[in-house]
């Protein structure tokens, strides 16, 4: 038996031969062209081809993962179109005189190192976009279909890597697993893997070779362990958690329904993170008592150009009106970062992550937040909205929005348009709003405390980098130190105080977020009934007696 390492990706146990895919090198020759003219006529008939099939498989991400995470074939579908990229290739087949395929491979080794040198984090990630939109232009111009992973039995994948699109191509029922040895917790593809709930690993050290490939394998989501030939007790073990854990899964379905109070009475209100209103079916499906998050920069990110107050004011309708009743918390455009948005025409920065980001781009661009809120008070005739602010870090900022809340209500009357009064709260994820969060719980109606951002602005690491994971430590005490202030300072003010990052569902805290007092978890859909689950099994008093 032999064991690799790797970092999890989404839990659980699979059980099943390993098959080693390895992408197609595709060898491109270059070679003389005597019609550079024929040449890009192929060129612009492949680029037909290949939007084609990334419209397929945004259609079958859309239905598997959500309208969110289809997002990046968008973004590939738009990155074909790119001016730079499309100059480059016409360019070296004009000037050289040479044949297409080696044009575009060319241009997609030349963009990939210039991306990959680049500080930004999100420009990073954009060359292993442009080097997939190569490959599948080659594919098509040598007449072969695109790598996938296909498999006519179901097996543990192991690969270099894997793009999002051969992701998405996983058949899940033939797929029980995938092992990479290169990859971030954080890419597009460890996302996807999360919401397909496919047990899965990255940066495991394993060898893609005939060792691996055809052999028995355990794949430990848990641990973030592969096995290859397993000894007989290893198996035997597996195999039992693998039974324990489909009948939890089984066992969680009757949660359905169920108040989320502990067994001394104290009530959490678990709601749903989502980006988009087609994640709504995923909400209803797993009983959440409302959104507590609904990421609307994804209205920004999905489109060429701004979206209009109208088309802002039917998509937030929608959402009120499907949860009928229960609250639905919109935070406001959240775009900077990793999270960048072409037609805003954003400058270069050196430090993204501490630069021109969500709420201070919408207290400098009022025209754009105005039409947002608009949007928002409108809609909040229909049903439960309250809104959140992202990135707050003084009172300033709060009696801003309040002036510009103030002068859209005044719009909005002169028009004789009906509005709702939503409750209006703030993201708590930096330790300046943190460390004042008692001067700020006068001025709004709740927080929610983004953990994400709150642990890379405490631990100054940046949550992008692949090369800081080791750093990065959610569990610091100075974050739930931070969190516990938070709340404290919510309760005496006679507001309530949730969490909406990623530590919310994490299990491991779910009881100390009880004992903290946390009124709202708010996570992925699929971590609403595990969480009800340690709710209902809960003392909070003897959890505390206990420390």
């Not at 029980?176 to 990255?202: D, K, Y």
């Amino acid at each position: 038996m032999r064991t690799y390492d790797g970092k999890s990706v989404f839990s659980g146990i699979a059980i099943g031969k390993i098959r080693v895919y390895k992408k197609d090198v595709q060898q491109v020759k270059r070679t003389k062209a005597g019609d550079p003219e024929s040449e890009l006529a192929r060129f612009a008939s492949a680029k037909e081809e290949a939007a084609r099939q990334l419209k397929s498989l945004y259609d079958k991400a859309l239905k598997e993962v959500g309208e969110a995470n289809a997002a990046i074939f968008e973004v590939h579908q738009m990155m074909l179109e790119d001016l730079d990229y499309n100059e480059s290739v016409e360019n070296i087949v004009r000037g050289q005189e040479v044949n297409v395929e080696y044009a575009v491979a060319a241009t997609g080794d030349n963009f990939s190192r210039m991306f990959s040198a680049m500080d930004d984090d999100y420009m990073r990630e954009r060359a292993a976009d442009v080097k997939d939109i190569s490959e599948r232009l080659l594919a098509i111009l040598n007449g072969r279909k695109a790598s996938t992973a296909e498999t006519e039995e179901p097996v543990i994948i192991a690969a270099d890597d894997l793009a999002p699109s051969e992701t998405v191509q996983l058949d899940k029922d033939m797929v029980l697993s995938f092992v990479t040895v290169h990859g971030s917790a954080n890419s597009h593809t460890a996302i996807l893997a999360r919401m397909m709930e496919i047990p899965a690993l990255v940066g495991a050290g394993l060898p893609l070779d005939d060792s691996v490939d055809g052999k028995l394998g355990i794949v430990d989501g848990a641990s973030g362990k592969i096995y290859v030939e397993p000894d007989e007790d290893t198996l035997n073990k597996m195999r039992e958690r693998q039974r324990e854990e489909a009948e939890k899964k089984e066992l969680l379905q009757r949660l359905k329904g169920r108040e989320n109070v502990t067994l001394d009475g104290q009530k959490v209100m678990l709601y749903a993170n989502i980006g988009n209103i087609k994640d709504l079916a995923m909400v209803m499906q797993n009983d959440a008592e409302g959104i507590g998050l609904f990421r609307s920069e994804f209205l920004y990110l999905e489109k060429e150009d701004y979206p209009t107050e109208e088309e802002q004011f039917q998509i937030y309708k929608q959402a009120a009106e499907t949860m009928a009743g229960k609250r639905v918390i919109i935070r406001t455009l959240d775009i900077g970062a990793d999270k960048q948005c072409g037609y805003f025409n954003m400058e270069h920065e050196e430090n993204p992550a501490l630069g021109y980001r969500a709420i201070r781009i919408c207290l400098t661009r009022p025209e754009v937040f105005k039409a947002q809120l608009r949007a928002l008070f409108r809609a909040s005739v229909f049903g439960n909205i309250a809104i959140m602010y992202p990135m707050i870090t003084s009172i300033e900022e709060i009696k801003r929005i309040k002036e510009i809340v103030g002068e859209v209500k005044a719009e909005l009357d002169a028009h004789k348009m009906p509005y709702g009064e939503p409750e209006q709260g703030i993201m708590i994820e930096t330790p300046a709003a943190a460390l004042i969060s008692d001067i700020l719980a006068r001025e709004v109606d709740f927080f929610s405390i983004g953990t994400n951002d709150l642990t890379q602005y405490t631990l100054a690491v940046d949550r992008q980098n692949p090369r800081l994971d080791e750093f990065y430590d959610a569990h610091h005490p100075a974050v739930l130190r931070m969190i516990s202030m938070v709340v404290e300072n919510a309760h005496r003010a006679g507001i309530w105080a949730g969490i909406c990052g990623e530590l919310g569902a994490d299990q491991t805290l779910t009881r100390e977020f009880l004992a903290m007092g946390v009124d709202e978890l708010s996570v992925s859909p699929g971590s609403i009934l595990p969480i009800r689950k340690i709710v209902l099994e809960t003392n909070v008093g003897e959890y505390k007696a206990g420390k």
